[in-house]
């Protein structure tokens, strides 16, 4: 009797143990962490100012994310350096769940690349969380620019003012590459603390040009303030419609296709979500899916359509791997980036 009430105790553990490695198990993971962050803070780091498409993002995406989570959601705007700033201390942060952020994908792939100085990050470390939305991105002048379309700025033999926040600024690194694309001469002037001070020069005449997201431009395109002139990316915008898109420009080499190719790719990581190196598996797959229920949520969705941003999820894993390819260029195309990107950097 006491044998089989034994055996039984065991096959009993047995079976307890088996459910908690599948499903159940999950289901237990997962309760334990709601548990961890029922009443807790949660930073959301965001590496530029208050206004941003990034700031919007973050404190649009808070209230959802907190409802998921039971903890509180509080912005932490960190900007400086073209988002290196951020970057950097969101790396260092304590992997304890409680620190994350939204970062410029394709400008960190940019600035790790080149070995800008002030990174002290590896991509490849991060905790990546999943990507909300990834945008096209534009090429805008200002409306009283006399350049009117892309191919007068391929024939002027002037320089063409081209503005950036930084050098680890995706404006930075899209300017240059497509200088080098196009055969476009330009002067690409660095040191504003915001792509707003850079859309602000450009309408009033200080800049000629420069590239960002379509969220961030389009309402001034929409008025009257900038101009469209190109585009790159694979996101489809109807606004967009009648643009010409960089790829299909007539002209380009070889070498040109693969640049415009390099800059696309590169903008796949979008506007990404990650948390410090070293998070917890169990924990990092809660936050993933806290963030994809809060893009799920209708109310968010309502949310977004009116605000003019665009949902364009990617989970966690298939986000590292759009990382890992920007990162792991072959020595040629590597050389030529960073050779490219050397010659509109300050020189000393």
């Known amino acids: 009797m006491k044998t089989r009430f034994l ?7 047995f079976a307890v143990g088996f459910a908690l ?7 237990w993971a997962q309760s334990k962490e709601a548990e961890f962050f029922k009443g807790k803070v949660i930073d959301f780091i965001v590496p ?5 498409g990034y700031d919007v993002w973050a404190r649009t995406m808070a209230p959802f994310l907190g409802k998921v989570t039971g903890a509180t959601i509080v912005i932490k705007n960190m900007p400086g350096a073209g988002s290196l700033v951020g970057t950097n201390k969101l790396y260092v942060s304590d992997p304890n769940g409680l620190t994350i952020g939204i970062l410029n994908g394709p400008g960190i792939v940019q600035a790790q690349l080149t070995e800008v100085s002030g990174v002290k990050f590896d991509l490849l470390k991060f905790t990546w969380l999943g990507r909300p939305t990834s945008e096209q991105r534009v090429v805008c002048v200002g409306a009283k620019s006399k350049y009117k379309t892309i191919d007068a ?15 680890g600024s ?11 694309a196009l055969g476009i001469k330009i002067d690409l002037i660095t040191g504003y603390e915001t792509s707003e001070e850079v859309d602000l020069a450009i309408i009033r005449g200080e800049l000629d040009a420069a590239a960002g997201s379509f969220s961030s431009k389009i309402d001034m395109v929409k008025n009257g303030d900038m101009i469209a002139m190109a585009h790159f990316g694979n996101v489809k915008e109807a606004d967009l419609a009648n643009v010409p898109h960089l790829a299909n420009l007539p002209g380009l080499s070889s070498e040109s296709k693969q640049l415009i ?15 410090p190196p070293g998070l917890a598996p169990e924990r990092a797959k809660f936050l993933e899916e806290a963030i994809k ?12 359509k009116k605000q003019q941003m665009e949902i364009i ?15 792991h260029l072959s020595p040629a195309l590597k050389k030529k980036f960073v050779d490219i990107v050397g010659k509109y950097q300050p020189k000393k």
């Open 21 to 27: 490695s599948g499903e159940t198990g999950f289901a």
């Open 293 to 304: 229920k809060s893009l799920d949520d209708p109310e968010f969705v309502q949310l977004a």
């Open 48 to 52: 530029y100012k208050t206004g941003g």
């Open 170 to 180: 995706s404006m930075f690194m899209d300017a240059a590459l497509m200088a080098e």
């Open 7 to 13: 055996a039984s105790a065991v096959i009993f553990v």
């Open 313 to 327: 999820y990617l989970n966690g894993a298939d986000l590292r791997k759009e990382i890992e390819q920007g990162v």
């Open 261 to 275: 190719d390099l800059m696309v790719a590169m903008n796949e990581s979008g506007r990404p979500i990650a948390a």
């Open 153 to 167: 700025m391929r024939q002027a033999k002037e320089l063409v003012k081209f503005g950036a926040p930084g050098l």
